[in-house]
């Protein structure tokens, strides 16, 4: 997989496109053997974090903001965090380091967190670091690779999420069946896109995950070039840290690990049969792994290049003029813009 490359930007008079991505992201650790269903999260490349809890519209040269829904952070549903921040636990693209090991990941959090989320994560008494799933906020390059589904937006939609965000109540709701990260990434690019994205009740069983946000929304944009699709890849930083593994859904993970699916064929053959048939009709998505690779600019415009790619060419700029639909909700229900279950 090509390295990341980091170029620097010439920034022309015509207007600079804006856009939301679902961020789909492998699992790793120990967690991935039992739920290898993964993260996800949103990126936003025009709207920036005021603070962890609040939203702002980029100033130039800023890169966006990545929100995600967690659980017991805080007392938090969302905290939002700058793009470099989440991939790589930095300020600028100078400190972003070509490898990685266990110590100097738990080092650029600590120091992330103690710059930017004490307010959310503060010390002990003794000033060590918490305990929690705080580090989830930064870094997650570092432990894995994620995999970005691009779509446009416009000045006034990025508007009216950040002035939604802002003013609606904010207190942890997280709920692993209906309510967990994969439905906040649904829930908010169908404010944008209007029934893009909707639950698999046949491969996942109805439970929102993230392969099946990133599945819906790469169909969803290859039926309607009109909303600009782009896809690219972060590679997992290089080092010593174990690799993540390959992203499932629901039924997938109960037929590939043979701690489920042995006793589940012995037990129950017909339902296996019937998961089987689910999967090969409604599941099989594979993430784009021959994407191009996320370039980051000294502009919030945000591009992509590979070495591997062939469509586009490496270092071809994916933005495109601004985009002519507008399909805001303006619903207040944080987890129902369209009505969807």
Not at 29 to 48: E, F, I, K, W
Not at 105 to 113: C, I, V
Request: charge should be negative.
């Amino acid at each position: 997989m090509a390295a990341i490359v980091f170029a620097a930007a010439v920034v022309f008079a015509a207007p600079v496109r804006a856009s939301v991505a679902v961020l789909v992201e492998e699992p790793y650790g120990q967690m991935a053997r039992m739920n290898p269903t993964g993260h996800s999260a949103v990126y936003l490349d025009h709207v920036c974090a005021d603070s962890p809890i609040k939203l702002r519209s980029c100033a130039p040269g800023e890169l966006g903001v990545v929100i995600s829904r967690y659980k017991d952070i805080g007392g938090y549903d969302w905290l939002a965090t700058p793009l470099l921040g989440y991939l790589y636990a930095v300020d600028s693209v100078d400190e972003i380091p070509m490898t990685v090991d266990k110590a100097a990941e738990d080092r650029l959090r600590d120091a992330y967190r103690r710059e930017h989320f004490l307010s959310i994560a503060p010390n002990r008494e003794d000033g060590s670091s918490p305990e929690g799933d705080w580090y989830e906020l930064a870094g997650s390059a570092y432990d894995r690779t994620l995999y970005g589904f691009q779509v446009k937006t416009t000045a006034e939609q990025d508007a009216q999420l950040i002035a939604l965000f802002n003013d609606r109540r904010n207190k942890q709701r997280y709920n692993g069946a209906f309510r967990n990260c994969a439905d906040f990434a649904r829930v908010t690019i169908n404010r944008f896109y209007p029934y893009a994205v909707k639950r698999n009740f046949i491969a996942d069983l109805g439970i929102t995950t993230p392969k099946q946000v990133g599945r819906a929304l790469s169909n969803y944009g290859k039926h309607h070039p009109e909303a600009g699709l782009t896809e690219f890849v972060v590679p997992q930083i290089a080092g010593s840290l174990p690799r993540s593994h390959t992203i499932k859904g629901v039924t997938e993970s109960l037929l590939t690990r043979k701690r489920y699916v042995i006793p589940l064929t012995v037990i129950q053959p017909v339902m296996t049969g019937i998961l089987f048939v689910a999967y090969m009709g409604n599941g099989r998505f594979e993430m784009p792994k021959d994407a191009p690779v996320l370039s980051l600019r000294a502009t919030p415009q945000m591009v992509a290049s590979s070495s591997i790619a062939t469509t586009p060419e490496a270092g071809d700029d994916l933005s495109s003029p601004e985009p002519a639909i507008n399909n805001t909700n303006t619903s207040d229900s944080p987890d129902q813009p369209d009505s969807q279950p």
